[in-house]
């Protein structure tokens, strides 16, 4: 049996990766796919680059990915929702690999954490890695456990059960998921994937703004206090001298000091009410 499988792919200002990441999809072996792509309001071509691949488009104002993951559900007539970002491409086998559980009455949804770095000759990227205690080559560690709170597949009876996706901006979007269905998406072994670290400076500080609006970061005033301090610039200092020099990359102190700035900045929105990142 091979049921549609829907693929959904929200995408803001992608035009340099759109391209590479539809290209992937369509070298699946899974053939029975319909793909989606939801322009969250893009400033540059990349609703224009995914119009000329020839696959279903959509557009809404910049809302953020869970809206525009929900937009997409909401049309899509595939049996399985497959949710992936336009900066990810895929090995030929992902598909059947990511869905493979679900088609056998295991699971009602999965994940995979063979989520590969793609980008590990840059700075910047191999920076991210270090600061996240992550191999270079890997964006999840090796021995994560078997169950997660995001899904990268789910049946779509289910995922219409719960109403989708939360819809607030916050960066924990794709975790609602499991909280509103109670559940846990489960490991679906193989389904390889590459997936493109921040590889400017000025996308370091992007990311690690919105990762500072987290509830876990900024979420309450005890954790507001809690990270105006780790994310400070004398710990910040410390930790990347720290780890500058056991790594050996010097550029690791530069990093640092962009990221935890980026973090620390959000928090200190966060206590004047900055609204949530969309």
């Not at 224009?48 to 809302?63: D, F, N, P, R, W």
């Not at 500080?205 to 500072?212: N, S, T």
Request: one cysteine or more.
């Amino acid at each position: 049996m091979n049921p549609l499988i829907s693929i959904i792919i929200p995408a803001y200002n992608e035009e340099d990766l759109i391209a590479e990441c539809l290209e992937s999809i369509k070298s699946q072996s899974y053939k029975n796919l319909e793909v989606i792509v939801v322009d969250d309001g893009s400033r540059d071509r990349t609703l224009e680059i995914a119009k000329g691949l020839k696959v279903k488009t959509m557009s809404q104002y910049h809302k953020g990915p869970g809206s525009a993951r929900n937009l997409a559900a909401s049309h899509a007539k595939g049996k399985i929702l497959v949710f992936v970002d336009a900066d990810m491409t895929f090995d030929k086998n992902f598909i059947r690999d990511l869905v493979a559980p679900i088609l056998k009455g295991d699971t009602i949804g999965t994940f995979s954490k063979n989520e590969m770095n793609k980008n590990t000759k840059n700075v910047w990227s191999a920076c991210w890695n270090i600061n996240r205690n992550l191999p270079p080559d890997r964006l999840i560690p090796p021995d994560y456990p078997s169950a997660a709170p995001v899904f990268r597949a789910i049946l779509k009876t289910q995922f219409d059960s719960v109403g989708g996706f939360s819809t607030n901006g916050e960066y924990t979007d794709d975790w609602s998921l499991a909280r509103k269905l109670g559940t846990k998406s489960t490991l679906a072994k193989g389904a390889v994937y590459y997936h493109v670290n921040p590889s400017t400076p000025r996308e370091v500080w992007k990311q690690a703004r919105w990762i500072g609006k987290s509830e876990f970061i900024s979420g309450s005033p005890i954790r507001k206090i809690r990270s105006l301090f780790f994310y400070s610039f004398p710990v910040s200092l410390t930790i990347g001298i720290y780890k500058s020099t056991a790594s050996g990359n010097l550029s690791f102190i530069m990093f640092k000091l962009i990221y935890d700035l980026a973090v620390w900045v959000s928090v200190v929105m966060a206590l004047f009410g900055e609204k949530k990142a969309k």
